[in-house]
């Protein structure tokens, strides 16, 4: 019997497990080998940087950043993954590339093909184009497909950054891609859209129960910078250090940072950032 990998070995092989699935899946394997990394950007769920390493040979960069691995579900990592792999791809086929940091027509139209809907909102109706994109999920379409057979051949994620998941309040943007899945998955594999939905926060796992989280505004999770890195941007309401919250029964605001979990002392309702 083989020695365990060791953990640094086993968290890359699973961000390399999924990018070489999703290749294989979405992309024809037409997508090059490259350094898949785990950066603290500020802001930042995940970037491309082309050609950033240099050495043995030239290899582009992938970046996610684990603070946003225990905070948001799972679902919305791999979609943060293939977003950048759009880059990716865009940037080695023969297509017309972008300008610097732009999201255009090409990569667009190639989200839409894999699956993924592109929007400045991140919900219908979002522009499809511009600097500062994000994207939901198509129902039924090729990466929904993809993301659930990908989870009943055993993908998991196992570490979380605990301290990460204290900053970020889960959004709902795929309640309806979950209620589908629920819909069709028999229920002896439940766990598989258990997973999907999985977070861990305070040191403990638990499910988010996305139809009570925040129902945030996303238009600016993907902002690209003037780096020549392709980043993505999650939302993080309220400006500077406080943000407002709210009672939803009685209308009682308080101001404390976006990560703070207040309940009303006199409706005992749980206060969201408006």
């Known amino acids: 019997m083989?020695?365990?990998?060791?953990?640094?070995?086993k968290a890359y092989t699973e961000l390399q497990q999924a990018y070489d699935y999703f290749n294989q899946t979405l992309f024809d394997n037409d997508l090059?080998?490259?350094?898949?990394?785990?950066q603290r950007g500020k802001n930042t769920m995940g970037y491309f940087s082309p050609e950033r390493f240099v050495g043995e040979s030239k290899l582009s960069e992938l970046a996610m950043n684990p603070d946003y691995f225990g905070s948001y579900p799972l679902i919305e990592t791999l979609s943060t993954l293939v977003h950048e792999m759009v880059h990716v791809w865009q940037y080695y086929m023969p297509v017309k590339k972008a300008?610097?940091?732009y999201h255009d027509q090409v990569w667009a139209e190639k989200m839409e093909q894999?699956?993924?809907m592109p929007s400045s909102t991140g919900r219908e109706g979002g522009k499809k184009t511009g600097q500062q994109m994000n994207e939901y999920i198509i129902r039924g379409g090729r990466f929904q497909t993809a993301v659930y057979d990908l989870l009943k051949n055993g993908f998991s994620i196992s570490w979380y950054d605990r301290w990460g998941?204290?900053?970020y309040i889960p959004s709902k943007r795929y309640e309806a891609i979950l209620d589908d899945w629920l819909r069709v998955t028999p229920d002896d594999e439940q766990q598989l859209i258990d997973k999907l939905t999985r977070t861990i926060q305070k040191d403990?796992?638990?499910l988010i129960n996305i139809k009570e989280s925040e129902n945030q505004n996303v238009a600016d999770r993907h902002r690209e910078e003037e780096e020549p890195e392709i980043t993505v941007r999650p939302p993080i309401k309220g400006t500077g250090t406080r943000a407002k919250f709210t009672c939803s029964a009685c209308g009682l605001n308080v101001w404390a940072k976006p990560s703070a979990n207040i309940?009303?002392?006199?409706?005992?309702v749980r206060l969201e950032i408006i």
């Open 114 to 116: 894999i699956g993924l």
């Open 165 to 167: 998941a204290e900053q």
């Open 2 to 9: 083989g020695q365990p990998k060791k953990p640094t070995i």
């Open 99 to 101: 300008r610097k940091g």
């Open 32 to 38: 090059p080998d490259l350094i898949i990394t785990l």
């Open 204 to 206: 403990e796992v638990q």
């Open 263 to 268: 309940l009303c002392g006199d409706c005992g």
